[in-house]
């Protein structure tokens, strides 16, 4: 198995700017999370889905951020604007059932 | 959720035992103890999980004692590869719409050469 892929792995941009980050979990796994790290806040849930039907988003900053899950097989983060102080590493995870966690690599987002 | 309580930083000599503790005198009868761990620039990785008995894998061991309120994570010889942040954390073993697994700060342990 291929495991959780988020892309892009590094992204760069502007202040204002519309950032998408994607994520495709591992086949079969009922459950996706969103989670942001940074320094000061370290790692903090923003939004996790159960069959594709958003269950909790009480940790997304603001409207800036929203979260979609089309299909079982794809999700997507997005900030609109963006701010300097939304860099930080988004980590997307799937489970099945229990929270027995597989995280991807992290979208490194840094923005100017 | 029960808080858990975990020293910030530990080190131990590459080959020997890891003893990583953690408190949790507030869990209730159906919370289980989660270990993950976060090697530095990875997402983190799920380790080990346990109710009330001892419980083993490949990774690791954990040790909960007998009043729940505190376990211990074993990683029989660490190697340098196990230098990470080492998370507990306590959730009722299976989803409901108001669980979320929450991180704290964890220890970090250094594996000495």
């Known amino acids: 198995d291929a495991g959780v892929i988020q892309s892009p792995r590094h992204e760069v941009t502007e202040m204002g700017q519309e950032v998408t980050l994607r994520c495709k979990p591992i086949s079969g796994h009922n459950s996706l999370f969103w989670y942001r790290q940074t320094m000061m806040r370290g790692l903090e849930l923003l939004i996790y889905?159960?069959?594709?039907?958003?269950?909790?988003d009480s940790g997304m900053p603001e409207d800036r951020f929203s979260a979609k899950m089309p299909n079982a097989s794809f999700s997507t983060l997005k900030i609109q604007p963006s701010e300097p102080r939304d860099s930080a590493v988004y980590f997307c995870a799937s489970s099945l059932g229990v929270w027995e966690l597989f995280f991807g690599e992290g979208s490194r987002l840094t923005v100017l | 959720d029960a808080k858990t309580t975990q020293p910030p930083s530990m080190d131990c000599a590459e080959g020997r035992a890891a003893n990583l503790p953690c408190n949790h005198s507030t869990i209730s009868g159906n919370e289980y103890v989660y270990w993950y761990r976060q090697i530095h620039s990875q997402g983190p990785q799920y380790i080990i999980h346990g109710l009330k008995n001892n419980e083993t894998n490949e990774m690791a061991s954990l040790i909960i004692t007998e009043d729940r309120k505190s376990s211990t994570l074993i990683l029989p010889h660490a190697t340098l590869r196990d230098t990470a942040v080492y998370y507990c954390?306590?959730?009722?073993?299976?989803?409901?719409?108001?669980?979320?697994?929450?991180f704290g700060t964890g220890t970090r342990l250094a594996v000495r050469p």
């Open positions: 954390i306590v959730m009722v073993g299976k989803k409901s719409s108001g669980d979320k697994l929450t």
């Open positions: 889905f159960n069959n594709n039907v958003p269950i909790d």
